[in-house]
């Protein structure tokens, strides 16, 4: 597609249920990353891959969040048990790879909101 | 580790104007990339500009330049002729290059509002 694209833009859920946050990133773009943001305040990563391979997860903050990306191309990221600390904007950037300047495409975001 | 830091979290300055905002880093890479990102409020983050560490030559982009001083880990954006649709977040971020990694490191943000 033209950008990248997420879905939900909005989400409230209440403690303890789970969601699932969906990324389309730009065709051909082989680096996929998820990063989350708080307000006020910068992006902090989460998790990256490249294709459908996931080589780097140092970001996530416990063993209730989990992402995939089984054909390199859509990924969702999942937050089992969701509380409220989780509540923030997450973010999905694509890009053509990790060993140029090419920066990222940035998502306009998933706002979650835990209640 | 890398770190990023903005240590201007507001500004602000009059339409048509010059304004720069401050970016230091910390890396023990030699080889790395800089970006200034910028968030309109409620809208989607988009690149401003990069800068090759390699390279000597600041970056511009029309209105946008940078003063990349590599000595002093530092890489400032300057905007000259400040227009309202500068009003927006700014993100100052450093990536390392890496097949295995490459995620990038962003500082807090300077809020920048650009007044009538």
């Known amino acids: 597609g033209a950008g990248v694209s997420q879905s939900p833009r909005y989400k409230v859920a209440k403690r303890g249920q789970d969601v699932a946050l969906r990324c389309d990133p730009i065709?051909?773009?082989?680096?996929l990353f998820w990063y989350q943001q708080a307000l006020g305040q910068g992006p902090e990563f989460l998790t990256y891959?490249?294709?459908?391979?996931?080589?780097?997860k140092s970001g996530l903050p416990s063993d209730r969040f989990f992402a995939e990306r089984p054909e390199g191309s859509v990924s969702t990221l999942k937050i089992q048990r969701t509380q409220q600390e989780d509540s923030a904007v997450y973010l999905c950037?694509?890009?053509?790879?990790?060993?140029?300047?090419?920066?990222?495409?940035f998502g306009s975001g998933t706002r979650l909101t835990v209640v | 580790a890398q770190t990023v830091t903005q240590s201007q979290p507001e500004m602000s300055v009059q339409e048509a104007e010059t304004v720069t905002l401050s970016c230091t880093y910390d890396?023990?890479?030699?080889?790395?990339?800089l970006f200034w990102y910028k968030q309109p409020p409620s809208r989607q983050m988009i690149l401003v500009i990069r800068q090759e560490a390699y390279k000597q030559q600041n970056a511009t982009e029309n209105r946008f330049s940078v003063n990349f001083q590599k000595a002093a880990k530092s890489f400032s954006l300057k905007i000259s002729d400040s227009q309202l649709g500068d009003t927006a977040m700014y993100f100052c971020?450093?990536?390392?290059?890496?097949?295995?990694?490459?995620?990038?490191?962003f500082g807090d943000g300077t809020t920048l509002t650009v007044k009538p």
């Open positions: 971020a450093l990536q390392i290059p890496n097949t295995n990694a490459g995620k990038s490191t």
């Open positions: 065709s051909g773009h082989v680096s």
């Open positions: 890396t023990s890479e030699n080889n790395y990339y």
């Open positions: 891959f490249q294709n459908e391979a996931q080589l780097d």
């Open positions: 950037a694509s890009s053509l790879g990790t060993l140029g300047p090419y920066g990222y495409t």
